[in-house]
């Protein structure tokens, strides 16, 4: 069955950083895309970045392009998402999700399998 696990999430000052871990098992898909969504209070849920497994093509949202940084490692099933310079705006709980193919999307109603979410907090 397949299970996303995501981890790394807390609190952290303006201006710091943060490693989430997304953790994936029983995929049976040749290709996928994992993407990472934020969902702050009273707002919607947001696609943030996506990667695929095909080609390590990645995409990210324009708020923040050249802040964070998504990656994967194969061989521990795990994609991570680097965020530098993190803002106050950047509070949300953060949610990996994976989808079938190579189409790299940051629609949530693309994605079929979720994790069940990390809080980051970005306060001082």
Do not use: H
Not at 7 to 23: F, Y
């Amino acid at each position: 069955q397949l299970q996303l696990v995501e981890s790394g999430g807390g609190l952290v000052q303006p201006g710091g950083s943060l490693r989430l871990s997304c953790a994936a098992s029983g995929f049976t898909w040749d290709y996928y895309v994992i993407g990472w969504f934020r969902q702050a209070p009273g707002k919607e849920r947001e696609g943030v970045s996506c990667i695929s497994s095909s080609d390590g093509s990645t995409y990210y949202v324009n708020s923040v392009k050249g802040r964070f940084t998504i990656s994967k490692d194969n061989a521990k099933n795990t994609v991570y998402l680097q965020m530098n310079s993190l803002r106050p705006e950047d509070t949300a709980v953060y949610y990996c999700a994976a989808r079938p193919g190579r189409l790299r999307t940051l629609d949530k109603g693309e994605y079929g399998y979720w994790g069940q979410g990390t809080q980051v907090t970005v306060s001082s």
